[in-house]
């Protein structure tokens, strides 16, 4: 059963910055693409940024230029770095990894991000 963990959420002033790291509990390598999602209460949960196996990403308009997505082969993780953070970027943030074998799309728990003043 793949896990993937995530860490690194808190409370931040708008303008700060976060880094969120999502372990894995295989490797990283037999996943096509691994990505952050992000849901704040009443809303769906949304894209983020995702990263491709070929190291190809992808972000939301909303975070473009401001976040950045990585991946760590030899640690089996995904990163998220977070820059000029804003209000609306507060929300629960989940990792999510897509076998390459299998097809099947694995989710983390979910660690809370905080914006405020």
């Known amino acids: 059963q793949v896990q993937l963990v995530e860490s690194g959420g808190g409370a931040v002033q708008p303008g700060g910055s976060l880094r969120l790291s999502c372990a894995a509990s295989?490797?990283?390598?037999?996943?096509?693409?691994m990505g952050w999602y992000r849901q704040a209460p009443g809303n769906r949960r949304d894209l983020v940024a995702d990263?491709?196996?070929?190291?190809?990403?992808n972000y939301a308009d909303s975070v473009r230029g401001r976040f950045t997505i990585s991946t760590d082969h030899a640690k089996n993780a995904v990163y998220l770095q977070m820059n000029n953070l804003k209000p609306e970027d507060t929300a629960v943030y989940y990792c999510?990894?897509?076998?390459?074998?299998?097809?099947?799309?694995?989710w983390g728990q979910g660690t809370q991000v905080t914006v405020s003043s």
């Open positions: 999510n990894a897509d076998s390459l074998f299998t097809g099947r799309t694995y």
């Open positions: 295989t490797s990283i390598s037999t996943f096509s693409a």
């Open positions: 990263i491709s196996g070929g190291g190809t990403t």
